[in-house]
C-alpha cells in the first residue's frame, strides 16, 4: 500500500511527462558493474553511510576513494563521492563553496564516463539549487534524472522543492507521494513529507507526519527537529523549545538546530538564553563555517532587524545556500521580541529574495 503521511490530498494518478521512458514499477538503470568485487564493496559500503546522513558522509568518501583506486572508470562511486560532499555541504560540516565544488566536479566525471547515469544528472540539480540559484538549470537536471530513473526518491524529492519555489503546490505534494511510493520503507522520504508540509505552511500536517516518523523511530533527531519548528509556528513554544533540546539531545551540532532553539527560548521569555546562543553562533564562526542565516534568524527573534539583515547580506554575499529556503522559512514571519510586525515585511526582506531569485510565484493550491 501507498504510504501517505501528511499529504493527503495530493492528487493521484498524476503522470509526469517523463515516465513513459519505463515502466513505474522498477527502476532504470545504465550503469556498468564494477570491475571488481571489492570495488562493488566499498561503493555500497559509501552509499550505506550517504543514506544515513550526518557525519557519517566523512567515512563514506574514503569508501568512494577507495572503490576509485581499486576501479578508476566506476562511474557510480564518482557519484556517490560527489553525493557524500553534497551531504557534508548541507550538514554544515564543510564550508559550502568547498563542498560543492567537490561534488559538481565528481558529478561531471561520472558523466563523462556514463553521460546516462541518472545519480549525476540529479546531483547537478542539486547543485544548481542549492549554489547556482538557478531554478531552469535545476529542473533541466531533474527531467533528465527522472527521465533515465522515474522511480529515484531523491530526484523527486528534488523536483517537489523546485515545485514549492516555482508555486507549484499540488504537483509539489504529487512528487513528495512518489517519493514515498518509490521508497516507502526509508525514514527519509517519510521526513521529508514533513518538511515540504512545514515548507507549504501546513504546520498541523507537519506536526501529524513527524509524530509518524517519531513512532517508527524514536532516535530520529530531524523527526523532533521539524516538529519543534512547526510547534513554534502554531504558538505551541514550550512544547517547540522541548522538541528542540530533544533533537539536540542525539548529539546534533547544526547551527541552524541551535538558531531554531534559540527562537523558541525567546518565545517562551527566556532572552537571555536567546542571546547567549546568538553570541556562541558568533563565536563558532570565527572557528568554523557557520551559515550567516543562522545568526540572523536570531536577531531576527531578539527584534534586531537591522543586525538580522547585516546578517542576512553576509549570508547573501557568501552564498549561503540557505538563501534559497528565506522566502518558505516561516520563523522569519514572527514577530521579534518587542516588535508589532515581522522582518518579512521589510523592503529589505523583499530586495533580499529577489536578488536571491529562488521564488518565482506564491505557493498556491
Request: hydrophobic share 45%; glycine share 6%; with cysteine.
Amino acid at each position: 500500500p501507498i504510504l501517505r503521511t501528511a499529504l493527503q490530498d495530493a492528487p493521484s494518478g498524476m503522470t509526469r511527462p517523463d515516465e513513459t521512458a519505463a515502466p513505474r514499477d522498477r527502476t532504470v538503470r545504465r550503469t556498468r558493474p564494477a570491475a571488481n568485487v571489492e570495488a562493488y564493496d566499498a561503493y555500497l559500503r559509501g552509499r550505506y553511510l550517504n543514506q544515513r546522513r550526518g557525519e557519517g558522509h566523512r567515512d563514506a568518501v574514503a569508501h568512494f576513494q577507495r572503490a576509485l583506486e581499486l576501479d578508476p572508470e566506476f562511474a557510480p562511486a564518482l557519484a556517490g563521492l560527489a553525493e557524500a560532499h553534497l551531504w557534508l555541504a548541507i550538514s554544515m560540516v564543510l564550508p559550502p563553496a568547498e563542498a560543492f565544488t567537490r561534488t559538481r566536479r565528481h558529478a561531471q566525471d561520472a558523466l563523462a564516463l556514463e553521460p546516462n547515469l541518472a545519480e549525476a544528472h540529479y546531483l547537478l540539480g542539486e547543485i544548481a539549487y542549492w549554489h547556482e540559484w538557478d531554478m531552469d538549470a535545476a529542473e533541466r537536471h531533474v527531467r533528465r534524472a527522472l527521465a533515465l530513473e522515474p522511480r529515484n526518491a531523491e530526484t523527486l524529492q528534488l523536483s517537489a522543492r523546485l515545485n514549492v519555489s516555482r508555486g507549484r503546490r499540488q504537483q509539489a505534494l504529487a512528487d513528495c507521494n512518489a517519493a514515498i511510493e518509490a521508497d516507502p520503507v526509508a525514514l527519509g522520504t517519510q521526513w521529508y513529507a514533513v518538511v515540504l508540509a512545514y515548507l507549504l505552511g501546513d504546520y498541523d500536517s507537519a506536526i501529524a507526519a513527524a509524530e509518524r516518523v517519531i513512532a517508527r523511530d524514536a532516535s530520529y533527531a530531524d523527526g523532533f527537529r521539524w516538529r519543534g519548528k512547526a510547534r513554534c509556528m502554531t504558538g505551541d513554544a514550550q512544547g517547540a523549545l522541548a522538541d528542540l533540546q530533544m533533537a539536540a539531545s542525539f548529539g546534533s551540532a547544526l547551527p541552524w538546530l541551535s538558531a531554531e532553539t534559540a527562537v523558541a527560548q525567546c518565545l517562551t521569555g527566556n532572552v537571555a538564553e536567546t542571546r547567549r546562543i546568538r553570541d556562541e553562533l558568533i563565536e563558532r564562526g570565527d572557528r568554523s563555517w557557520i551559515p550567516p542565516s543562522a545568526i540572523a534568524i536570531v536577531e531576527q527573534a531578539l527584534g534586531d532587524y537591522d543586525a538580522a539583515f547585516r546578517w542576512l547580506e553576509r549570508a547573501y554575499e557568501t552564498r549561503d545556500f540557505l538563501c534559497v529556503v528565506l522566502p518558505v522559512e516561516g520563523m522569519f514571519e514572527l514577530p521579534g521580541e518587542g516588535r508589532d510586525r515581522a522582518m518579512v515585511d521589510d523592503p529589505r526582506w523583499h530586495d533580499l529574495i529577489r536578488r536571491v531569485g529562488m521564488i518565482s510565484a506564491p505557493v498556491s493550491g
